[in-house]
């Protein structure tokens, strides 16, 4: 089994201990577990300790509903205090100094008009993955594992429906490789943002939350002079086009409740619990 074969095998085992974990009792332990997933004891946790780093019984608490409220408790992070939190030394907090420009807005006013778009499916620690890039960087992430793929294609597609699209996966894999940790860092995976000047803003506060933190929507509208703004900070963090990349997974409510994610909650859960787990491996 490849690399990337095993990261969607490892994510699929995983989505199914999510389900199996929110239907069983709070202690359930590793045996009944494994065998709620028809897999051995040894098995399972071989599994899951190479796909995020700690044992099944320490994941677990990652993958609890009540994650949220805890992150938000412990690893709540200010967006003025998130640069200096991501520059404090620590290799596992959020490197992602990574190089990035936004369109401008005449440019984006013409809705993908001039521009060509290559794409293509890809393997990731979460499941199938429809990247999308420009000349200047990936414009565009979605996940499948929640969605079928032609859904995900014809949401993406239709951000930029005048833009030229070219199935190319050759072209985007070194700064796929780079952005899911398979080959170099994530200093090599250039982004280019593609939306309206207020979305722009939100989303450039997104890129500051450290990996395995969180913040809140309200905290997001403060930290880009909109306090009021909440609602439409929670619309433009649902449209963020980046997933993962840009982490919009890492906006809660201020209650603890997960909030919306555009390509299911089962996987913004999995993606905190995953940087959670992996902060602390």
Not at 134 to 162: N, Y
Not at 186 to 208: H, M, N, R, S
Request: aromatic letters at 10%; proline letters at 6%.
């Amino acid at each position: 089994m490849s690399t990337s074969d095993d990261q969607g095998y490892h994510f699929h085992v995983m989505r199914r201990a999510l389900d199996a974990i929110d239907g069983a009792e709070p202690n359930i332990t590793l045996e009944a577990l494994a065998r709620d997933m028809n897999m051995s004891p040894a098995h399972f946790q071989r599994v899951f300790s190479r796909w995020v780093g700690v044992s099944p019984k320490r994941y677990q608490q990652y993958l609890t509903l009540g994650h949220a409220k805890a992150l938000l408790q412990d690893r709540f992070t200010t967006l003025s205090a998130a640069h200096s939190v991501g520059l404090s030394g620590s290799g596992r907090l959020h490197d992602l100094f990574v190089r990035w420009e936004a369109m401008s807005p005449g440019d984006y006013a013409k809705q993908g008009a001039g521009l060509t778009i290559y794409w293509g499916w890809f393997d990731s620690p979460f499941g199938p993955a429809l990247v999308m890039g420009t000349e200047k960087g990936i414009c565009g992430i979605g996940f499948a594992s929640e969605v079928d793929e032609a859904h995900a294609m014809e949401d993406l597609v239709g951000r930029w429906p005048k833009a030229d699209f070219v199935e190319d996966p050759m072209r985007l894999r070194p700064w796929v490789l780079a952005a899911f940790g398979q080959s170099g860092d994530l200093t090599e995976t250039p982004l280019y943002l593609i939306g309206a000047p207020f979305q722009i803003k939100v989303w450039e506060a997104l890129l500051a939350i450290p990996s395995g933190h969180v913040t809140t929507y309200s905290e997001i509208a403060q930290h880009i002079g909109h306090p009021k703004a909440v609602r439409a900070v929670g619309t433009a963090v649902g449209r963020n086009p980046i997933s993962y990349l840009i982490p919009c997974h890492r906006a809660l409510r201020k209650s603890g409740g997960l909030g919306g994610y555009h390509w299911g909650l089962p996987v913004k859960r999995c993606l905190l619990a995953w940087e959670a787990a992996r902060l602390e491996a």
